[in-house]
């Protein structure tokens, strides 16, 4: 049955080689490639996507089949290399621009808190502070000890009282900028603050320098205030408006475990901090020992039931000031130092008017400080009142 005329076997290879001819010239089917070295290592996901890309390819042309294939070869490599991983797909889109969710962005900015500040924080030409209140604002301003940048104003009517009116009006005497702005942008800035309306962007005020060695002329007798360890910002403006409210010639405070000089002291302090200079000393006991071998008394504090010490303590309405004096406050809870005890030449308490149920037997750290400078200024007074009647 395979036996055939030459005739027919003469037409069947023509047939054949012809077909076989086709093949040839026309090269690999539309949407097809042909793997390179890199392209056979690479996912199959990548390869089917690159075919999906690639146009249809024109007629096999032999003189430049080569170069075709080697610049092909290349943009492979290079598209590779630009690749985007097909978990971030569906973040890209035309042109090359990605979108990006707000949960990822949140995440980026909680990694760069530093970014994020830089985004939410005004541009100032140096670091800066927000003073908020009528009275530490305008005492800000009158009395010059910060630089000040802006005055913010709430925009309502009530900005048109005349307390906000003298603010305003002693900024645009110093030529300072005054903005209105809305109540929830004053609360932001005051980070929810009482305000009263009015906040100042100004540079923060810091300790003055304390030289233990350096003795200012004051006439009378002299009461220091020192104050070691006042953490709580509420206390020490409280603390700092009775000292300069009752005449204290002078406030030191341990730098050490001890509040700043914050815009919160500033509006506790109904503006006082604003006025008058807080010394700042890092070592109380050198400075207290100083002025010991200087003349000076240093006098403690202790509670109304305190407990067995050799040091004497007695009732602070019965001591008497005669000389130049320094009295010392501790922190809210657990006092005066160790250290700084051993240095006091006599302690003192505020005797309680009852008998106090357990847990109570102190005071208010900024409330004892003002009980005791009033009682020791009154006497202060009444020495210095015998001194000018005696002959």
Same mark, same amino acid.
Not at 226 to 241: S, T, Y
């Given at each position: ?8 076997? $003469? ?23 042909? *793997? ?14 690159? %075919? ?16 075709? =294939? ?19 797909? $569906? ?9 990006? &969710?707000?949960?990822? %962005? ?23 502070? +927000? ?54 942008? *004053?609360?932001?800035?005051? *980070?929810? /603050? ?22 200012? &002329? ?18 020490? /403006? ?14 030191? &405070? ?14 506790? =302090? ?21 002025? +010991? ?23 602070? =309405? ?12 501790? =922190? ?23 008998? !106090? ?19 020791? !200024? ?14």
């Amino acid at each position: 049955m395979w036996l055939c005329s030459s005739t027919h076997r $003469h037409k069947f290879v023509l047939v054949m080689c012809g077909k076989l001819s086709r093949l040839v010239s026309v090269g690999p089917p539309a949407g097809s490639s042909i *793997l390179s070295p890199e392209d056979r290592s690479r996912d199959p996901a990548d390869r089917r996507r690159h %075919r999906g890309s690639n146009p249809p390819t024109a007629p096999h042309q032999p003189a430049e089949a080569e170069g075709i =294939s080697d610049r092909r070869r290349s943009s492979q490599g290079k598209s590779s290399k630009n690749e985007i991983p097909p978990s971030q797909k $569906h973040n890209h889109v035309r042109g090359g621009v990605f979108k990006v &969710s707000s949960e990822l %962005r949140k995440l980026c900015l909680e990694d760069f808190p530093a970014d994020k500040e830089r985004q939410l924080r005004p541009k100032q030409a140096d670091t800066s502070e +927000v003073v908020f209140g009528i009275a530490p604002c305008l005492l800000a301003l009158t009395q010059g000890r910060r630089k000040v940048y802006q005055l913010l104003v709430k925009d309502s009517e009530t900005s048109r009282r005349a307390s906000i009116l003298t603010v305003c009006e002693e900024a645009h005497r110093r030529g300072v900028q005054v903005s209105r702005v809305s109540k929830k942008h *004053l609360d932001k800035m005051s *980070l929810g /603050g009482v305000h009263q309306g009015v906040c100042l962007q100004a540079s923060p005020l810091n300790f003055l320098t304390f030289d233990s060695e350096f003795n200012i &002329s004051e006439t009378g007798i002299p009461l220091w205030l020192v104050l070691e360890r006042i953490q709580d910002p509420m206390n020490l /403006g409280a603390i700092l408006r009775s000292a300069y409210f009752l005449g204290v010639d002078k406030v030191i &405070s341990s730098l050490r475990h001890s509040c700043p000089l914050s815009p919160v002291v500033s509006k506790a =302090s109904s503006g006082v901090m604003e006025a008058m200079g807080v010394y700042g000393c890092d070592s109380l006991e050198d400075m207290l020992r100083t002025k +010991v071998e200087q003349g000076w008394q240093v006098i403690g504090t202790v509670g109304a039931d305190p407990e067995e010490s050799r040091i004497p303590v007695i009732p602070c =309405s019965d001591f008497q000031v005669t000389k130049p004096t320094m009295l010392l406050m501790g =922190s809210e809870g657990k006092g005066l130092s160790g250290k700084l005890l051993s240095v006091c030449q006599t302690l003192l308490t505020i005797p309680a008017g009852r008998d !106090l149920a357990p847990g109570v037997e102190s005071l208010n750290v900024s409330v004892a400080a003002g009980i005791l400078l009033h009682s020791l !200024l009154v006497t202060k007074s009444r020495c210095l009142s015998r001194k000018e009647t005696s002959p």
